[in-house]
């Protein structure tokens, strides 16, 4: 059921039209539908219905009349008693007058927060639900003037919405102000709606006639309002709306947050091409901003005149703009500025100066290099929101989208730039994700296709990079091309060394939004870089700043200063991979030399996993040799081959992974086996760094050969002072493991393993800190075992993330304890299979191998009996 009141009070059932009766019942209907869902009081009906003068048996002559509404209604259901009143019992969708209530202000609100667009399509859903004047054949002449009210308010709105959007109807405008003469709103939007068809004199006397009018009616001048659009008028000037936005704003809460609090009356927006400066621009400015698009012309201030409405005269352009602006309170948009930099500026400068109230709003790629400029970057989307963008983008063309683990790789492929983000969720419609995914490495010949109405720089990823790089000379193209080859980011020193150029063409690159300066190092987002490293490469040089870079940050590793220099070289992780890939192809032996001066670091890192495939990719194009780097090599690529090398090294030893690959395959050195040159090189050296390491093998092998626990911790500290010395923090950690293990008292074992773990934590050694871990939990188990089990859940992760099958092992052998001290034996088996599985080849898999072996022979023994 449906009730109109905006016309002829009428009913319609899903049969058709339904006849309510006379002019009673109607009534009736009317004064239920207005309260719809509310109860209205027996008195306000029986006043409203009767008058003034009600019938002696006013409450039997209502029911009477709501007994024949119920008849018409053919539903009694419809019409609800209460002790109170009536209900009419349905919602208020089902009301005409409320429909149209719900959509007016829902078109108001739409054109308060700038969209004309959707307000007009609002508004003019609710004007078309009147069929004639309110309650037209019905006695409610207050309810009537309410709602003819509404209706004038939703009429000039929508009027208003069409005069943003250009498209006011002046024949609509002069009749309704031919209905209500006094009407300035009315008046005013006439005047506009003359003035953006060019007819100035029409509008210039249509505000002569409402001033007479006024002063013969009111005796009142006209308002400041119709005066500020006389003014206009005789300016020249047209109201021009801001572009519509046809899809949602994603993200960029931040952004907008500090646009608000800014009070610096120039702000630029700058950033790499489709980063969404436009949008975020035409988000954060609100309706009656003047937006110019400077992308396509050449003259600022002929195109600033032309966005105004404005016609050109015998006045310069910039005069002509400071006349219409200076004393307006305006947000001018300068759009897309990069490549007409210096008019933008002078334009800004111009009118920052002559028109007091203004403030402009730059996007550009470049800084506009001005007075009192504030500059507001806008970055790439953070993960989560490029992601967000993805998911509404991809489903306009595909509702059926749901969001997977390809998305997420997709976005943080394409840096969360947004305009790439939108053209690769466009492609969703004829590719799965992963589908996408795989061909994002000829990102340019897949993300084609994008908004046909767009600007031309904006239609394909290529041409959104090609517009930044058209605009750089010759000098800027050079180095963005060599910068391109730095995967992971430059230094200033880098940048210096490898690509040839000083910091002011780098500072160029900057200013243009080409390359990102954070925290002293330079990069490219992905998408540019691709672009750029098509015209050049420097991978040779690249390569060679590598290569010393590490030979003099090894020896450092080893020194007070360590800290520092492990976070130096993280920092170039990604180049030092692109240096080694890039050598093992063209230069093996500057490879060779790489990976030997690399390995302490990969190794404390534990990045060995890592590097493997690299390093065997490395072994296939070397020949084979006597010499440390190759055993180096092979202790990353094939340890299962490195020990004859390792026992035909003579010395003297350059690199101390040498020693511990040494130690990790072969395990303490058996006393009664022939020595070799290498061992009495080692144990010979004045390197006090392997004195340390010597001193620390020298404690831990002598116990378990003498059991002389006092003479074993006496050189366990012995060593501890020689790395403390150097300030070494791995060579501290591995005594104090050993001093935990040779001390009687649980506590200070504990207390130990805690400071060996602050040690390499502050170096970020990841296989120590799951090491380290599990023999925490050890030395927990017979103190706390719930805190045992956590650590033991840790060290296995943090294995697993490094790739540390023998700790991983360790791990789960220490659950399984646990598990059969609290009585199950299942799970205690299960855990301990599993361990079994871990392990391979090497010293250490063999120790942790037979131990897990003894606890299975133990887990046996305990069923058994």
Not at 85 to 107: I, K, M, S, T
Not at 673 to 679: D, E, I, K, N, Y
Request: net charge negative; aromatic share 4%.
């Amino acid at each position: 059921m449906h009730v109109g009141i905006l016309g002829p009070v009428e009913a319609h059932s899903p049969d058709g039209k339904v006849s309510v009766g006379g002019p009673r019942p109607r009534t009736l209907l009317a004064l239920l539908a207005l309260r719809v869902g509310d109860i209205v009081p027996l008195d306000r009906l029986i006043d409203e219905l009767y008058g003034s003068e009600p019938p002696s048996d006013a409450a039997n002559a209502l029911q009477g009349q709501v007994s024949r509404l119920r008849r018409a209604l053919g539903d009694a259901s419809l019409v609800e008693f209460h002790p109170a009143g009536y209900r009419l019992a349905l919602a208020a969708g089902q009301v005409d007058a409320h429909r149209f209530a719900e959509l007016a202000a829902e078109g108001q609100r739409a054109l308060e927060h700038g969209d004309p667009q959707g307000a007009e399509s609002l508004l003019s859903e609710a004007l078309q639900l009147w069929r004639g004047p309110a309650l037209a054949d019905v006695a409610a002449p207050d309810h009537a003037t309410r709602l003819e009210q509404q209706r004038s308010a939703a009429t000039s709105a929508l009027i208003a919405a069409r005069i943003r959007l250009g498209k006011a109807d002046v024949q609509e405008i002069s009749d309704l102000v031919a209905r209500h003469p006094l009407d300035e709103r009315l008046r005013g939007y006439l005047m506009q709606a003359l003035n953006q068809q060019g007819r100035q004199a029409e509008a210039l006397q249509a505000f002569e006639d409402a001033r007479s009018l006024l002063a013969e009616e009111l005796g009142t001048d006209p308002s400041p309002e119709l005066r500020a659009i006389h003014l206009q008028v005789l300016r020249g000037q047209t109201h021009r709306e801001l572009p519509a936005q046809l899809t949602s704003f994603v993200g960029r809460q931040e952004e907008l947050r500090r646009l608000a609090s800014l009070t610096s009356r120039l702000v630029t927006l700058t950033g790499p091409g489709g980063a969404g400066k436009t949008r975020l621009a035409l988000q954060s400015a609100g309706p009656g901003a003047i937006f110019v698009d400077l992308a396509p012309v050449k003259d600022v201030p002929a195109a600033t005149l032309q966005a105004l409405g404005l016609k050109e005269t015998v006045l310069a352009p910039e005069d002509r703009l400071t006349l219409a602006l200076r004393e307006r309170d305006a947000l001018l948009i300068l759009d897309n500025c990069e490549h007409v930099i210096v008019q933008a500026a002078r334009l800004a400068q111009h009118l920052l100066s002559t028109c007091p109230s203004l403030r402009i709003l730059a996007t550009s790629r470049e800084a506009l290099g001005i007075t009192g400029e504030t500059l507001c970057p806008v970055p790439p989307l953070k993960p989560e929101q490029s992601v967000a963008l993805f998911v509404d983008r991809a489903r306009l063309v595909n509702p059926a989208f749901v969001q997977d683990r390809h998305t997420v790789d997709i976005c943080r492929e394409l840096d969360g730039l947004p305009l790439a983000v939108e053209l690769a969720a466009a492609r969703t419609r004829t590719l799965t994700t992963e589908e996408i995914a795989a061909r994002l490495g000829d990102r340019f010949r897949l993300l084609t296709k994008g908004n046909r109405a767009a600007a031309p720089r904006h239609q394909t990823l290529r041409a959104v990079v090609e517009w930044s790089w058209d605009l750089l000379d010759a000098d800027e193209r050079d180095l963005a091309a060599a910068l391109a080859t730095f995967s992971g980011g430059a230094t200033l020193e880098a940048v210096e060394q490898v690509c040839g150029h000083d910091l002011e063409v780098l500072e160029a690159l900057v200013d243009k939004s080409l390359v990102e300066a954070v925290d002293g190092r330079y990069r490219m987002l992905e998408t540019i870089r691709e672009f750029c490293s098509q015209h050049k490469r420097v991978d040779a040089e690249h390569a060679a700043h590598f290569l010393a870079l590490a030979q003099r940050a090894d020896p450092e590793l080893r020194q007070r200063d360590q800290v520092r220099w492990f976070a130096r070289l993280t920092a170039e992780h990604a180049n030092f991979l692109q240096a080694l890939e890039w050598a093992t192809e063209h230069d093996p032996d500057l490879a060779l030399q790489l990976v030997s001066a690399l390995s302490w670091y990969w190794y404390v890192k534990g990045s060995r996993t890592e590097v493997q495939g690299a390093a065997r990719k490395l072994l296939a194009r070397v020949p084979q040799q006597s010499t440390e780097e190759y055993a180096i090599l092979l202790a990353l690529a094939a340890p299962e081959r490195v020990q004859n090398v390792l026992e035909g090294l003579s010395g003297p030893i350059r690199q101390p992974f040498v020693l511990i690959a040494w130690a990790m395959l072969s395990g303490p050195p058996d006393p009664d086996a022939p020595r070799t040159p290498l061992q009495d090189e080692v144990e010979s050296s004045q390197d006090p760094w392997i004195q340390g390491l010597i001193g620390f093998s020298n404690s831990y092998t002598g116990w378990a050969a003498t059991g002389d626990r006092a003479e074993a911790v006496a050189q366990a500290r012995s060593a501890l002072r020689q790395f403390q010395d150097l300030g070494e923090r791995w060579g501290a950690a591995q005594v104090m493991d050993v001093l935990a293990n040779l001390t009687e008292d649980p506590h200070e074992a504990l207390a130990l393993t805690d400071e060996a773990l602050r040690a390499v934590g502050e170096l970020g050694a990841e296989e120590e800190l799951a090491e380290l871990r599990g023999r925490r939990a050890d030395r927990l188990l017979d103190l706390d075992q719930d805190e045992a089990e956590r650590d033991y859940l840790q060290a296995l992760e943090m294995a697993t993330q490094a790739g540390l099958s023998a700790t991983r092992a360790l791990a789960k052998a220490g659950l399984a304890k646990i598990a059969q001290r609290r009585g199950d034996l299942v799970r205690a088996e299960q855990l301990l299979r599993e361990a079994q599985q871990e392990l391979g080849f090497g010293w250490m898999h063999n120790a942790a191998k037979l131990h897990v072996e003894e606890l299975l022979s133990e887990l046996v023994r305990s069923r058994e009996a």
